[in-house]
């Protein structure tokens, strides 16, 4: 006795009321699982995919039928009833239920001319509206810098000493580092182009110049950025997910006096005594570097570090780490302010306050190059 052939598979028949397609086998996950089996059904469902003769389908004949047979058949009947349909009642049932629970794919929708547009457009708005809260955000911090000066009591002074400890003395190690490292890395540069010409007793001047005047200040400003930038905008966003900012607002406590200006004030004081102290560990770093590489001695280094730098350039290093402190703390706070009662938007602006900040910062070196171009040089 030969046993029935449970392959899942559907026959071509030819009747006097037409062409139909029978269905047989079992149309089970565990029959159509397998590669060879489901390779040979897919092929032969593509073949029929072009029969457009065909009107009528006998599924009587199928000996099982679980779901995933039942998603096969509909998917290919591009999840429509045939015209002329020869099944039982639990083939049915089966098949109306893969209809019921099927999951429409969303229709991929061809990009117009008028998307890149839209999209532009959408862009500048947000960098209006940003634009406008920072200037906004600017506003408020001076008013509140004149009511410090008016009534200097009242100012907050606990949290402006917190915020110098936790912002300045707590990112001395990590600055040291880096600017020592920085240093080193940059004589070693520097040694292995002078020594062909030459002129070793010039990396006093070019280090001198490059530290002092721009890589000290730009790279404190950088950590700080990432570091307490950070920070702040995770600060006052968690106090926006808890509410406390809507309690402050009820209390008519007012946000900027208490949150936004000693942060900023504190960043203002602590970003030029960080940048000098980079940029201490940064010459150090190349000191030693210059000595062991190019037999610079430390005492030559020292004596003639203040001839190769004129003391215009500690100046506008000293400036430029202010204004570097100053927009840290307003983009931080910014962003801050700006994030919703939720988690993600909570870790969308810390984001988003970070590469600001870091953008920010270089954007303003570059233009502090272009107009003091010709002080300290």
Same mark, same amino acid.
């Given at each position: 006795?030969?046993?029935? &052939?449970? /392959?899942?598979? #559907?026959?071509?028949? &030819? ?24 390779? %040979? ?28 047979? *039942? ?15 020869? #099944? ?55 008013? &509140? ?10 100012? @907050? ?9 936790? $912002? ?5 190690? #990590? ?47 950088? !950590? ?7 920070? $702040? ?13 809507? *309690? ?15 942060? %900023?004030?504190?960043? *203002?004081?602590?970003?030029? !005594? ?9 010459? !150090? ?6 000595? $062991?590489?190019?037999?610079?001695? @430390?005492?030559?280094? $020292? ?15 000293? %400036? ?22 939720? /988690? ?14 870091? /953008?920010?910062?270089?954007?303003? &070196? ?10 300290? #040089?």
């Amino acid at each position: 006795m030969l046993m029935e &052939d449970s /392959t899942p598979r #559907i026959e071509q028949q &030819d009747t006097p009321d037409g062409r139909s397609f029978v269905v047989r086998g079992a149309w089970t996950a565990a029959d159509l699982t397998g590669k060879p089996v489901w390779d %040979a059904l897919t092929a032969q469902l593509k073949r029929l995919g072009s029969e457009t003769s065909v009107i009528r389908w006998n599924l009587s004949q199928i000996e099982k039928l679980d779901y995933l047979g *039942a998603q096969v058949l509909w998917n290919h009947w591009g999840r429509h009833w045939p015209e002329q349909l020869q #099944i039982e009642p639990s083939q049915r049932a089966m098949l109306e239920t893969a209809a019921k629970f099927t999951v429409s794919l969303p229709k991929v929708r061809k990009t117009g001319w008028k998307e890149p547009i839209i999209l532009l457009g959408s862009r500048v708005l947000a960098l209006v509206d940003h634009t406008k809260g920072l200037v906004r955000l600017i506003g408020q911090l001076l008013l &509140d810098i004149i009511r410090l000066i008016r009534r200097p009591r009242e100012g @907050p002074w606990r949290d402006f000493s917190g915020h110098l400890y936790h $912002i300045g003395a707590t990112a001395l190690p #990590i600055t040291a580092l880096v600017g020592f490292l920085i240093g080193v890395v940059l004589a070693y540069l520097i040694s292995q182009q002078l020594r062909k010409f030459g002129a070793d007793t010039f990396i006093v001047n070019i280090l001198g110049i490059s530290l002092i005047r721009e890589l000290g200040p730009v790279l404190a400003a950088i !950590l700080i950025a990432g570091r307490s930038g950070s920070a $702040i905008t995770a600060q006052i966003g968690v106090m926006r997910v808890t509410e406390e900012l809507d *309690a402050m607002r009820v209390m008519g406590i007012a946000r900027g006096f208490r949150l936004v200006m000693p942060r %900023a004030l504190a960043l *203002a004081v602590v970003m030029p !005594l960080i940048s000098l102290w980079t940029t201490l560990a940064a010459l !150090l770093g190349g000191m030693l570097a210059a000595d $062991i590489s190019m037999d610079v001695t @430390p005492s030559y280094f $020292i004596h003639s570090l203040p001839a190769a730098v004129e003391v215009a350039n500690l100046t506008l290093a000293t %400036a430029k780490s202010i204004v570097f402190g100053l927009l840290i703390a307003l983009v931080g706070c910014h962003y801050g302010l700006r994030v919703k009662p939720n /988690t993600e938007s909570l870790g969308q602006g810390t984001t988003a306050s970070v590469v600001t900040s870091i /953008t920010v910062v270089i954007l303003v &070196d570059a233009l502090f190059a272009v107009l003091f171009k010709n002080v300290g #040089i």
